[in-house]
């Protein structure tokens, strides 16, 4: 449990409804949320095995607006233990993450592992990068052979993270990884025919039907 989300998470509106619902606190309260929480592996694993996230920010109106972005797997990259970084591809221009970013840097991202049934959840703050000035960035974030094209990047400031327990989390697969699951299932079956034609074969050489 990251006593740093929860503290950034729980306003005083969040404690009420907490405490009306009989609910503490359950964190130190020396927690100090102003110091960024480091990534460790586990968390850069997680996050390099990704091919798409959710990215929440938040409007001057206070409304929130909340985005899939997808790409190939690794396009959310870690750059350091504070800094993960992704390619801004071409969508459907509406640009509204990058004008609510404009306005407020504070975002949230959820990322999903629905095959192992996993969530993580991160504050960060949001800085565009135009890459034309960052070549060394660039080179980074480049995804040779996908076909999208890219206007800018985003720089990712980690301020904290938590897990989520798997509860009501459905399992989905992706064709990639069903392709994985079925692999031994596949070359079991080619076995077994393979097996079955040899019988046949030799049964019609003794003139037996099969």
Request: glycine share 6%; with cysteine; proline share 6%.
């Amino acid at each position: 449990m990251s006593y740093r989300f929860l503290k950034i998470a729980t306003t005083p509106s969040v404690r009420a409804a907490q405490e009306a619902n009989g609910v503490r606190g359950n964190w130190p309260d020396d927690v100090d949320a102003s110091d960024p929480q480091p990534l460790t592996p586990s968390e850069a694993q997680f996050i390099a095995q990704r091919d798409s996230f959710y990215l929440a920010t938040v409007s001057e109106t206070g409304w929130p607006y909340m985005q899939h972005r997808g790409g190939p797997k690794g396009f959310l990259h870690v750059l350091d233990d504070r800094t993960l970084a992704f390619a801004d591809f071409r969508g459907n221009r509406q640009y509204i993450s990058v004008g609510n970013l404009s306005a407020n840097d504070r975002a949230a991202l959820f990322l999903m592992d629905y095959a192992n049934r996993r969530r993580l959840k991160i504050y960060a703050r949001l800085e565009a990068k135009d890459l034309r000035s960052d070549p060394e960035l660039a080179a980074k974030l480049a995804m040779p052979g996908y076909k999208a094209r890219i206007e800018r990047a985003f720089l990712v400031h980690v301020q904290a993270f938590n897990w989520n327990c798997p509860q009501h989390i459905t399992p989905r697969f992706s064709e990639v990884e069903l392709e994985h699951a079925l692999g031994p299932v596949r070359l079991h079956l080619e076995k077994l025919q393979a097996e079955n034609k040899a019988l046949r074969e030799q049964l019609a050489r003794h003139g037996e039907k099969p």
